[in-house]
C-alpha cells in the first residue's frame, strides 16, 4: 500500500530533475522575499542562477538555529503576513523559540506527508488513530491531525497526558492506531499491564513513534508488549513539523519525502558533503514550502543515508534512525532542553553558584530531570530560610525558563566534579 504511488516510487532520474526544478525555484523565492537569505547569498558571492545542477547546492551557506532564532517571530517568512495561515513552534522553551509559519498550501502539503506516514503504519479510512501527541504550538498533534484527516481515518484528538483516560478511550473507541513519543508508548503499555487488561482485547494494530529518539531494542519492546506494529515518524518544527521521513513496514530506516525534503550529510567540523552510508549530520532544504522556505538547515541529528533499493517499492532515499545529536540538545517529555537555558535559569539567582549538574533519567518509562545545585550560605536570607523553601525556589526559576517541572537537589559546597577541560554537565542515565 502507497499512499502516493506516483511520487514515491518514482524513478529516481525523474525524481532528481523534480528536485532540481523545484531547488532553483525555492532558492529564487528565498532570495527574492527574504533579506536573510539575500544577505547570506551576497556574503557566499552566490546567485539563485548559479545553481545548475542538484550539487550545485553545496554552494549555497547553510542556515541554523541560531540565524532562525535571530529572525524571531517573522523574519524568515517568505509571504506577506496575511498569507500565513499558521504558525508553530520548536517545543520546549520560554525563552525564544524558533517560529514556524505556514501558507494553505503549505498545510496541505505537510497534510500530504503525514498522510504517507500515516500510510505506512498501515492506516485507511476504517482507522481510528488516537493521537496523543501535544496540541498546540508543538507541531506533534497537528500534524498528524492533518494527515489523519487527508486520508479520512477518524482522528480520536486527545492530545499528550492523562493516561487513565487516554486507555480508556482506547477501550471503548476501539482505536487501531496510537500516535505518541515512544516512550509515552511504553508508558501506555506499563499502565495498561498494570491495570490487567489484556492487549488482545485491544483493538490496536499500529502505532507511530516519533520526536526523540529510540532504539530497535525500544521498539521490540513496545511491539511485544502492545501487541502492535511500532513504526518511526522523523521530523522538525524548522522543517515542517513530522511527515519528513518514515519508517515503512519493512522497518529498515526512514524513507524521506524527497520530493518535499532535500537531504544531505555533512561532517560536521569540515562542513564537507559526505557520501551514502556514511554517518554525519543531517541538513535539509524545504524544496516546496510557500511560507517560510528553508534553505540546507543544520538539523544537528545524526544519521546516514542509504539508496539500496527498498522491498516495499519506494524509491525514496533512507535514513538510519537518529542515533544522536553534534550538540548537547535534550529532549526530556518530548521537550526541546538545553543544559544552557538551566544554566541561565540558575545564574539568575543570587548568590548561587552554579556549580551544577544535570541528570537525566527513565525510571517508569518517562523522563526525569534532576539539577543537582551546591548550595552556599549566600542562598538564605530572611525570606529564604530553609533548604525545602531553597529547593523549591530554584525549581520554579527553571520551571518558568524551560517549562518543565524538574527535580533540584541541593549538594554540599563542592562535591560536585570539577573538571579542567569541558564541564560534563549532563549525566543522561536514560537507556535509549
Ligand atoms: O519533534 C516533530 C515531531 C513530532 C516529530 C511528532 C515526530 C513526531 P521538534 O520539537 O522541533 O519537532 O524537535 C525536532 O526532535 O531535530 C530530533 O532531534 C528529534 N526527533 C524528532 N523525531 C525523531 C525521531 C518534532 N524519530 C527534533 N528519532 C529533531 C530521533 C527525533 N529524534
Known amino acids: 500500500m502507497t499512499w502516493n504511488e506516483e511520487a514515491e516510487c518514482m524513478p529516481r532520474d525523474e525524481l532528481e530533475k523534480l528536485q532540481l526544478k523545484r531547488l532553483q525555484e525555492i532558492v529564487k523565492r528565498a532570495y527574492d522575499n527574504v533579506p536573510y537569505y539575500q544577505e547570506k547569498f551576497q556574503e557566499a558571492n552566490i546567485k539563485p542562477e548559479d545553481i545548475k545542477t542538484l550539487k550545485d547546492i553545496e554552494k549555497l551557506p547553510f542556515t541554523t538555529k541560531t540565524d532562525l532564532r535571530e529572525a524571531y517571530p517573522f523574519g524568515m517568512f517568505a509571504v506577506p503576513n496575511e498569507d500565513i495561515v499558521e504558525v508553530h513552534t520548536s517545543s520546549g522553551t520560554t525563552g525564544k523559540p524558533t517560529v514556524s509559519g505556514y501558507t494553505a498550501k503549505d498545510l496541505d502539503i505537510w497534510g500530504e506527508v503525514m498522510?504517507?506516514?500515516l500510510d505506512m503504519a498501515g492506516a485507511t479510512k476504517k482507522d481510528r488513530i488516537q493521537n496523543c501527541y501535544g496540541y498546540g504550538l508543538f507541531t506533534g498533534g497537528l500534524g498528524v491531525h492533518y494527515g489523519a484527516q487527508k486520508i479520512g481515518s477518524t482522528v480520536i484528538p486527545i492530545s499528550a497526558g492523562n493516561t487513565k483516560r487516554q486507555i480508556e478511550i482506547m477501550q471503548d473507541f476501539e482505536t487501531s492506531i496510537i500516535t505518541c513519543t515512544p516512550s509515552y508508548a511504553?508508558?501506555?503499555?506499563?499502565?495498561?499491564?498494570?491495570?490487567?487488561?489484556?492487549?488482545?482485547?485491544?483493538?490496536?494494530?499500529a502505532g507511530v513513534f516519533g520526536a526523540e529518539m529510540w532504539t530497535e531494542e525500544m521498539r521490540e519492546e513496545i511491539e511485544k508488549r502492545l501487541n502492535i506494529l511500532a513504526v518511526n515518524i522523523y521530523g522538525l518544527t524548522e522543517i515542517i513539523g513530522p511527515g519528513v521521513a518514515q519508517e515503512c513496514e519493512e522497518k529498515k530506516g526512514l524513507h524521506i519525502f524527497e520530493d518535499h525534503f532535500y537531504p544531505e550529510i555533512i561532517d560536521s567540523k569540515t562542513l564537507k558533503t559526505l557520501p551514502d552510508g556514511e554517518k554525519g549530520e543531517l541538513v535539509l532544504t524545504t524544496l516546496t514550502r510557500e511560507g517560510m522556505p528553508i534553505i540546507r538547515f543544520r538539523t544537528k541529528d545524526i544519521t546516514a543515508l542509504r539508496r539500496e533499493k527498498c522491498d516495499c517499492g519506494r524509491t525514496l532515499v533512507r535514513m538510519d534512525r537518529i542515533t544522536g545529536r553534534t550538540d548537547d540538545m535534550l529532549k526530556i517529555r518530548g521537550v526541546i532542553v538545553f543544559p544552557s537555558q538551566i544554566e541561565r535559569a540558575l545564574l539568575k539567582i543570587e548568590g548561587l553558584e552554579p556549580h551544577y549538574q544535570i541528570i537525566v533519567t527513565r525510571p517508569h518509562h518517562l523522563d526525569e530531570l534532576e539539577v543537582q545545585v551546591e548550595t552556599s550560605e549566600k542562598l538564605f536570607s530572611d525570606e529564604v530560610k530553609h533548604v525545602e523553601?531553597?529547593?523549591?525556589m530554584i525549581e520554579n526559576r527553571i520551571h518558568s525558563e524551560i517549562g518543565l517541572r524538574v527535580n533540584v537537589s541541593l549538594v554540599e559546597p563542592k562535591s560536585l566534579p570539577r573538571s579542567e577541560g569541558k564541564a560534563v554537565r549532563v549525566i543522561d542515565k536514560r537507556e535509549i
Open 115 to 117: 498522510a504517507r506516514s
Open 389 to 392: 523553601e531553597v529547593k523549591k
Open 186 to 205: 511504553l508508558y501506555l503499555a506499563e499502565m495498561i499491564e498494570k491495570n490487567d487488561i489484556d492487549t488482545d482485547e485491544l483493538n490496536l494494530k
